[in-house]
């Protein structure tokens, strides 16, 4: 019988995790639950720094981006000896069930986690990369969709001004979501993204078609999975001048939460405490068409499949 819950956030830090933070809490009280909160993830939970939270200890959060847990990436708990530390903690401080915020990273970490001890887990999808199988949206992509396109509309003013070519790298490592959906909203002439090699003699045939056409700029949106944004640039100098790279980096990764993600961090979190009520306790929240899911963790571990032609074929048509 589930009656204390710890909560932590691990990997990247993305907007809309504290959002989910705020939810467990409240709702887990509401439930008559107690519950913890683990600092930096993994390694907090290895080196037992865990703490009781109440209702009153996740006021005035839901505006803030990053995790007032803190969060971070633990090398130890790929081992075994690690996870058994990590597993002591709990049950030395009574914790009979644990939801993980974090991507793909942490619920690999999970999985394993739950099979070695049978610990109940249940993980909500937090990053930025949107590559967590399962669900459709994870917790950060908006935001950080929204801050790549900020930056986009300020970038083309000025390569308009200039009747300059820029290529801006956005974040998303091996996925090429926030790519493709700031290209879209930006407005944007192409992308580059991991899942399809990168045509230069065509992207130079297209550039040169609008400047006889009179489009004098160009803006291309990279995915950081692609590889150094300025060594690919330098195939593309060989055939064009006047050509600038901006990389956004962590700026994606900060700032207050859209109203989409603290609206997904607080369904995801209300449904992470049902879910491990209900007895689901090796499980993931995802959300599809419109509605959050409960689902085995098992297959939200597995690689995302993603098909983006879609949208690559409506940014070039709508160039």
Known sequence: ??????????????????????????????????????????????????????????????????????TARSKEFLEKKFREKAYQNLIQNKIDALIIIG???????????????????????GTIDNDVSGTQRTLGFDTAVNTAMDVIDKIKDTAT??????????????????????????????IIIPTKAPDVAEIVRKIEQGRIKGKRSWIIIVAEGVGETSVLVEKFGQF????????????????????????????????????????????AIGWVNDQAIVYPLKDAVQSRKEDLTYLHEMIHILT
């Open 161 to 190: 001004s200039m009747d300059r070519i820029f290529f801006i790298e956005v974040m998303g490592r091996s996925s090429g979501f926030i790519a493709a959906y700031s290209a879209l909203a930006g407005g944007a002439e192409d």
């Open 1 to 70: 019988m589930i009656k204390k819950i710890a909560i932590l956030t691990s990997g990247g830090d993305a907007p809309g995790m504290n959002c989910a933070i705020r939810s467990v809490t409240r709702f887990a009280a509401y439930k008559k639950l107690d519950i913890a909160g683990i600092s930096r993830g993994f390694g907090g939970l290895i080196d037992g720094e865990i703490q009781d939270l109440s209702s009153r200890s996740v006021s005035n959060i839901i505006s803030r981006g990053g995790t007032i847990l803190k």
């Open 240 to 283: 064009i001048s006047d050509v600038r790279v901006t990389v956004i980096g962590h700026i994606q990764r900060g700032g207050s939460p859209s109203a989409f993600d603290r609206f997904l961090g607080a369904v995801m979190g209300k449904v992470a405490v049902e879910a491990l009520l209900d007895n689901k306790t090796q499980h």
């Open 103 to 125: 991507g793909n990273g942490s619920f690999k970490g999970a999985s394993v986690f739950n099979q070695e001890f049978n610990f109940p887990v249940v993980g909500i999808p």
